[in-house]
Each structure stands twice: as structure tokens, then as C-alpha cells.
């Protein structure tokens, strides 16, 4: 029971009565003070024939009189400090018709299911065979590279700290970055993974119509391994063209726009894969993102899942924007293709977009297509410590379980265009 004095006490000589907040003494004064209350700006009446009388005049402060009003000053220079934005109705891009942006931090409630009808794309489970195929020849695969990567794990979770245990977003990048070094080893035997580079913290933009609404996506997304040459394609003319008689799931009622930001200002073709023209490595490889790289903002495993097909999508549809136009087209003369990794350490999930189409507006026609592995687990514990309950031994410190299969997609996906 916390302790306090009496909240009233009438002094001796008259007055008024003094108030005192209760004490509480099992915790600190800053967590059970309040902040005060918000002040009411007083509404000024004005009255005709009875002006108040001011110190305006007289250039100084004088008690008993009032406080002039000044009108509003403006500068006849710009001064970013001060800046005010006008209203948007007055934006020279102000538009009637809203359009909604998908953006880094978009948390979308359908998920994959609804990134599959903004993008108007079929899902296919599990990657295409002869991607697989690749990682299993024994002349594409790297010497010991189990053990390799067992040691990739461990600097990962246990040598790359001088902390007792290092956070999920180091960690992870960290895993990230040694399984990346390790498939860079086989440039000698492949030279064409020499004509690729890693870009990060680049914009992209890209916009279409779906149904009559307009969407936008734009942003910063994770590491972009950038090529001179473009992904093969994963699916033949054939295949493509079956794709008319696939039925895009409904989730009705929920409107597709849920969850995505509805703006009234802005460029209606707004269109940048975030390069310039000029620019050596034009061709979007593999996108990898990092699940709780932003502590600030944290996605589900479905909603990062649709993450991760938005923005393959975005830089598929930027870079056909820039091969065929911006004027839909029925069918790619040469689809394009943009692959996908997202891990948070342990789980990685693994996504193959192709591109067939640009006509997004209605649900019928050609449709794209997405190969989609989720929750594929590299290993099962990295334990600092083991793991004890009833004095028995129920994980023992260091990594356990470990799953080669997992890797081996990982560099399928990276050695797809350079065999």
C-alpha cells in the first residue's frame, strides 16, 4: 500500500486551499507526473466603437494596457527554417482523382494475396526446377561448402560481437554479407558474375492503373544485386500464354487499396528505376531484404512476403517502362525477370517474379507470374549458452541443425544468368 498525506489542509491565517499531489514512493516522481494540460487560446472579441487600447504605439511594454496585434510578417527571402507548405488543394500537383502508393513501411492486410491482384500475377509454390537444378551440379558448388557456411553462421551469431549476444539486425545483415562473399568465390570458374554490382539506398518509382485506380510504388527497398545483362526468361511463350485462363483471387470484401497511402498530389507518370540512363548495370538481379532492418517499423512474416512482391514487381515494370514505353502492352516481346531473398537470419524466404504484361487494368488476359519458397530454414538454434530446463540439456550451445538445402537455393538463385 503506497503512502500519502492529506490531499487538503486550510492554512491557519485564511486563503484559499493548497492542493497537494498524492506521493507515491514505489516509483520515480517522472513516471507519475502528468503533463499539464493543453491551454485554450482565448477568443478575442471585437466589438465595434470599443478598441482596446494597446502599447503598440509607445514601441514597449506597458502594464495595463493590451498587446497589439501585428499582421503577419513575410520575408521577401526564402528561409527553409520557416517554411510552410500551403495547403494541398493549392499544390501545383494537386489532382481530384487520389492515388494510392505502396511504400517501404506499407503494411498490406491481405498480404501475398493481395500483392498477387495489385500486380496481377499467378502464384506458382515452390522455385522453378531447373533453378534448383543448378546448385545441385557439383561444378557449380563450392569446395567444403557445408563447413563454409557453418562458419558464415557462427562469425554471424557468436565471433562478430564483443557483446554477450549481438541483435537480429546485425546478425542478419551480417549472414547476409558472408553468404553473398561466399558466392562471389565462384567468379573464377563463372567470369559472369563479374559483371554485376550491389547497389543500396536508391529510389524507385513506378506507376500503373489496376481497375480505375491509380497506383504508385515508390521508395527505398534492401540490397539490389544490379547486372549488365538481364535474367533469362523462366517461362516459354506456351506458358505465358496459359496464364489467360488463371482466375485472380478475390478477397472481397476487403478493398485492394486497404492499408496503402491515398495522396492527392502527385505525377501521374511518374516512372525512375532509381538509375540513370547511362548507368552500366541497367538490369535489376536479386533483391534482398532484411526483415527488421528498420527497428522503428516492423513487418509480419505475410506482410514482408508482400513486400517483397511489390517491390520485385516495381523494378520489373520500371525497367519494361523503359524498354517498350509507358503504353501498356499485352504481351513483353522479352519478359523480365527480378528474383528475391528475405531473411531474418534463420528463415529465409526465396521469390522469382516474371513480368509478362504491363496491361494491369483488367483481370483477364495475360498474367504475370510468381515463384514463391517461404519459410525455408538455413538452421534450427545458435545457441550462445545452451539451453537447460529441468537440469537436462534441451540445446546445446553453439549451432544446431543445420540444413544444407537451404544454401543451396540461395545460390541457385545466384548463379541464374551467369551458367
Not at 482565448?42 to 482596446?52: D, S
Amino acid at each position: 500500500m503506497s503512502l500519502h498525506r492529506s490531499a487538503s489542509r486550510l492554512p491557519s491565517h485564511g486563503g484559499v486551499v493548497c492542493l497537494q499531489a498524492r506521493r507515491h514512493f514505489s516509483v520515480s516522481r517522472c513516471l507519475t507526473a502528468k503533463a499539464p494540460p493543453a491551454r485554450k487560446p482565448r477568443e478575442r472579441v471585437e466589438i465595434p466603437g470599443l478598441e482596446m487600447i494597446t502599447y503598440g504605439e509607445r514601441m514597449h511594454y506597458v502594464p495595463g494596457l493590451a498587446k497589439p496585434v501585428n499582421p503577419h510578417w513575410e520575408r521577401d527571402y526564402k528561409d527553409p527554417r520557416y517554411y510552410r507548405a500551403p495547403p494541398a488543394h493549392e499544390m501545383p500537383l494537386y489532382k481530384d482523382k487520389p492515388c494510392y502508393v505502396y511504400n517501404q513501411r506499407t503494411s498490406a492486410l491481405e498480404g501475398v494475396c493481395q500483392a498477387l491482384w495489385l500486380t496481377k500475377s499467378k502464384l506458382i509454390s515452390g522455385l522453378p526446377p531447373h533453378l534448383l537444378a543448378l546448385a545441385a551440379n557439383p561444378a557449380n558448388q563450392i569446395p567444403d561448402q557445408d563447413e563454409r557456411v557453418q562458419n558464415a553462421i557462427k562469425h554471424a551469431r557468436f565471433w562478430d560481437t564483443t557483446e554477450e549476444r549481438p541483435s537480429k539486425e546485425k546478425y542478419s545483415n551480417t549472414l547476409l554479407m558472408n553468404l553473398l562473399h561466399l558466392c562471389a568465390t565462384l567468379q573464377s570458374s563463372h567470369p559472369a558474375i563479374g559483371r554485376r554490382i550491389l547497389a543500396e539506398k536508391y529510389s524507385l518509382a513506378a506507376t500503373w492503373k489496376r481497375g480505375y485506380d491509380l497506383f504508385q510504388i515508390r521508395g527505398q527497398n534492401g540490397l539490389l544485386h544490379n547486372c549488365m545483362d538481364p535474367l533469362p526468361e523462366v517461362s516459354g511463350k506456351q506458358e505465358v500464354a496459359d496464364t489467360a485462363d488463371h482466375v485472380l483471387e478475390s478477397f472481397y470484401p476487403v478493398s485492394p487499396s486497404i492499408d496503402l497511402q491515398k495522396v492527392h498530389v502527385y505525377k501521374e507518370e511518374m516512372n525512375c528505376s532509381g538509375f540513370r540512363g547511362d548507368y552500366p548495370y541497367p538490369h535489376a538481379h536479386t533483391l534482398y531484404f532484411m526483415e527488421g532492418a528498420d527497428a522503428r517499423w516492423k513487418l509480419l512474416p505475410e506482410q514482408f512476403r508482400a513486400k517483397m512482391v511489390m517491390f520485385s514487381f516495381g523494378n520489373a515494370l520500371a525497367r519494361a517502362y523503359t524498354l517498350y514505353g509507358t503504353q501498356p502492352q499485352g504481351i513483353l516481346d522479352s519478359p523480365v525477370t527480378v528474383q528475391a531473398v528475405g531473411t531474418n537470419g534463420r528463415i529465409f524466404q526465396f521469390m522469382v517474379f516474371q513480368l509478362n504484361t504491363t496491361d494491369l487494368s483488367g483481370d483477364d488476359g495475360i498474367k504475370n507470374q510468381l515463384w514463391l519458397e517461404k519459410d525455408v530454414e538455413l538452421y534450427d538454434f545458435a545457441k550462445v549458452r545452451p539451453l537447460i530446463k529441468k537440469k537436462q540439456v534441451k540445446v546445446p550451445a553453439g549451432l544446431a541443425g543445420y540444413k544444407p538445402e537451404a544454401f543451396s537455393k540461395f545460390l541457385a538463385l545466384y548463379l541464374n544468368g551467369a551458367v
